[in-house]
């Protein structure tokens, strides 16, 4: 995308960052974006790191900084088409990363907000949280 920077783990035409998204931490300095976009990034992350994920993309947050996160919802053809998807997000995955929800005291990771949720299950997920610091 035009504007950011962009990060892969190949090197591709636009990409600045070579890097594997499952290795931390990431080559960034704390509180160092403003706006950060996965879209179609979360279903390709081995479940075991997600958890680990957010806390990495809190840590390159600045305060209230956004996180935007677009994934094929569990539900939909799309979440089971692509060979390399793992499981995909429904309506309350992301309820475990903000400290207003229950669901957050199973793993307590670090905190977001979740400012807006839309999903479609025969389609995406789609969620913004804002990194509580």
């Given at each position: 995308?035009?504007?950011?920077?962009?990060?892969?783990?190949?090197?591709?035409?636009?990409?600045?960052?070579?890097?594997?998204?499952?290795?931390?931490?990431?080559?960034?300095?704390?509180?160092?974006?403003?706006?950060?976009?996965?879209?179609?990034?979360?279903?390709?992350?081995?479940?075991?790191?997600?958890?680990?994920?957010?806390?990495?993309?809190?840590?390159?947050?600045?305060?209230?900084?956004?996180?935007?996160?677009?994934?094929?919802?569990?539900?939909?053809?799309?979440?089971?088409?692509?060979?390399?998807?793992?499981?995909?997000?429904?309506?309350?995955?992301f309820q475990y990363f903000?400290?207003?929800?229950?669901?957050?005291?199973?793993?307590?990771?670090?905190?977001?907000?979740?400012?807006?949720?839309?999903?479609?299950?025969?389609?995406?997920?789609?969620?913004?949280?804002?990194?509580?610091?």
């Open positions: 995308m035009d504007g950011y920077v962009n990060m892969d783990i190949r090197e591709l035409k636009g990409v600045d960052v070579v890097h594997d998204i499952q290795r931390f931490p990431f080559p960034f300095s704390d509180n160092t974006f403003e706006s950060i976009i996965m879209n179609h990034v979360w279903e390709h992350i081995e479940p075991k790191f997600r958890i680990c994920l957010m806390n990495e993309l809190w840590r390159i947050s600045i305060p209230d900084g956004t996180l935007a996160i677009v994934s094929p919802h569990c539900l939909s053809a799309g979440a089971c088409q692509d060979p390399t998807h793992y499981t995909c997000p429904n309506e309350f995955t903000d400290v207003s929800y229950k669901r957050y005291s199973i793993y307590k990771p670090k905190p977001w907000k979740l400012e807006n949720t839309n999903f479609e299950k025969t389609s995406t997920v789609s969620v913004v949280l804002k990194a509580v610091k």
